[in-house]
């Protein structure tokens, strides 16, 4: 099993950006995949950017795409999203998540809020 850690939320400006990090310890070498998700009030879960563990490919949700960008660093074992151009419609909790060998569903950290004014 592994634990994830977020932090790097905050409030900003439309326009603005954050960058999020998300640590992660225990059975790292299980992981195949790491995604980040937000989910606003009332709003279901979106995924929003994601990375194969190995080789570093990305895929980022429409709505995130040019503006956000996801990168890891194995040797600290931490993901991080770099948002860029910010709009009120970033506002939600940022989750990260990680895929592992032989697990039947992803690990998730405890969130971190990412509040966006006009």
């Known amino acids: 099993q592994v634990q994830l850690e977020e932090s790097g939320g905050g409030s900003v400006q439309a326009g603005g950006s954050l960058r999020l990090s998300c640590v992660v310890s225990?059975?790292?070498?299980?992981?195949?995949?790491m995604s980040w998700h937000r989910q606003a009030p009332g709003k279901e879960r979106e995924r929003v950017a994601w990375i194969v563990r190995n080789v570093g490919n990305t895929e980022y949700a429409t709505s995130v795409k040019g503006r956000f960008i996801v990168s890891q660093d194995k040797a600290k074992n931490t993901l991080y999203l770099q948002m860029n151009s910010l709009k009120p419609d970033d506002t939600a909790m940022y989750y990260c998540a990680a895929d592992l060998i032989g697990a039947p569903f992803p690990y998730w950290g405890q969130g971190t809020q990412v509040t966006v004014s006009t």
């Open positions: 225990g059975d790292t070498y299980r992981i195949t995949f």
